[in-house]
């Protein structure tokens, strides 16, 4: 990435969670920063945010399901400022289940979003990125691309899709000054499993207790990001365990799916204690 003039970046999922605390850290590294969300009013209260610390900015409404919509913001953003140095695909949801117990209604709004947004992303900057001859592409992804657990189908295909994409365009964008980093992280703290589409209370239960016990909040992940976005580094997997998963799939792939379930099992929360035999 340049360092040189005014330094623009565009966020999806900027309402809250990741997309807000990568918002942030840029606004206090000076850089303006195009907040968008399919909620406006999140994507306002982040732009204030930002404002109150010093950050310019503006936000957008963009529901990233809608090419046509992510067309109208690059015209904008090139219109108004000439040029993107960063462009970060972060909005996400989560669908879980069975195959064949996940509605085809829910692998539709799971691969839509996760998938597709990128997607979309993609199609509406990259040329103009291209012709510009400079700036970086973030596609956050999911160590989920790589686990591919049981019960997490549509999840897993959108993110596993988006690092293919993400390895295609780097090599599509090679030599061109435009480079692309893709991230899979973990667990961390965040708001996914509030809107995630479940098939039981206990996928969402599972997830919520992932989360929280994590100990990686979204202000460290963001930080990590922005660093690996300014080195041009193709993967980011974090932290240590989703690393760990991420080398187990490479270097043992017959055993991966055994071990990563045991692994999975030891910190999800446990159901409730079976009754004591009364004798």
């Known amino acids: ?8 970046a565009v966020i999806t999922g900027g309402a809250s969670g990741l997309g807000r605390a990568l918002a942030l850290a840029l606004g206090q590294q000076a850089w303006t920063v195009v907040v968008t969300d399919i909620d406006e009013g999140g994507a306002r209260d982040t732009l204030d945010a930002l404002r109150g610390r010093g950050g310019e900015g503006i936000s957008r409404a963009l529901d990233v399901r809608d090419p046509e919509a992510f067309e109208a913001l690059a015209e904008e953003v090139f219109g108004r400022w000439g040029r993107l140095d960063l462009l970060i ?77 993400s390895e295609t365009l780097r090599a599509e964008l ?4 435009v480079g692309v980093t893709v991230v899979c992280p973990g667990f961390f703290a965040t708001n996914i499993a509030r809107n995630m589409r479940v098939t039981s209370d206990r996928e969402r239960e599972k997830t919520v207790a992932l989360i929280e ?16 976005a300014r080195r041009n580094t193709p993967i980011l997997v974090l932290p240590f365990d989703a690393l760990v998963i991420f080398w187990l799939r490479r270097l ?28």
Request: charged share 20%.
């Open 1 to 8: 990435m340049r360092s040189d003039g005014e330094r623009v």
């Open 89 to 165: 695909n972060n909005a996400g949801v989560a669908a879980t289940g069975e195959v064949g117990k996940v509605s085809l209604e829910d692998w539709r709004w799971c691969l839509d979003i996760d998938l597709y947004g990128p997607i979309h992303g993609c199609h509406a900057f990259a040329p103009r990125m291209r012709a510009q001859g400079f700036g970086q592409i973030v596609n956050i992804a999911s160590i989920a691309g790589f686990a591919l657990g049981a019960r997490m189908g549509p999840y897993n295909v959108a993110k596993a899709g988006v690092v293919a994409l």
């Open 174 to 177: 090679l030599g061109t000054g």
């Open 213 to 228: 016990g994590s100990g990686l909040g979204a202000d460290q992940v963001a930080a990590r990001i922005l660093a690996a």
């Open 252 to 279: 043992f792939p017959a055993r991966a799916t055994e071990i990563m379930r045991e692994m999975i099992a030891r910190r999800a929360p446990r159901g409730p204690a079976a009754p004591r035999d009364a004798r």
